[in-house]
Nanobody, 113 residues
Framework: VQFVESGGGLVQTGGSLRLSCAAS????????MSWYRQAPGKGRVFVAT????????DYAESVKGRFFISRDDRKNMVYLQMNSLKPEDTAVYFC???????WGRGTQVTVSS
């Protein structure tokens, strides 16, 4: 099992980024997929999730209306569109498959004020 996150970077407050996650080694289309983030000095926390078939999504309160999760089951990819970014969104972002005990290296997002 492997997760490879990409798309992070440095952006100003109010900017946008689109994160991508390439997943492999398991039956991707049958698993809910989620994004998590870990800010400096803090634990890893839930950001967003999407079910198989993309009929259900859920978000942490702090990102609702600004972040949007999507997936492409043909490519084994999951995405996170992040809009109206704030300095408190600065973190390393990870994707993960439900019940799969494996993490990628994450991608760093830094939002400058």
């Amino acid at each position: 099992v492997q997760f490879v996150e990409s798309g992070g970077g440095l952006v100003q407050t109010g900017g946008s980024l689109r994160l991508s996650c390439a997943a492999s080694g398991f039956a991707f289309s049958g698993y809910p997929m989620s994004w998590y983030r870990q800010a400096p000095g803090k634990g890893r926390v839930f950001v967003a999730t999407i079910n198989p078939g993309s009929t259900f999504t859920d978000y942490a309160e702090s990102v609702k209306g600004r972040f949007f999760i999507s997936r492409d089951d043909r490519k084994n990819m999951v995405y996170l569109q992040m809009n109206s970014l704030k300095p408190e969104d600065t973190a390393v972002y990870f994707c993960k498959g439900a019940t799969i005990d494996s993490w990628g290296r994450g991608t760093q997002v830094t939002v400058s004020s």
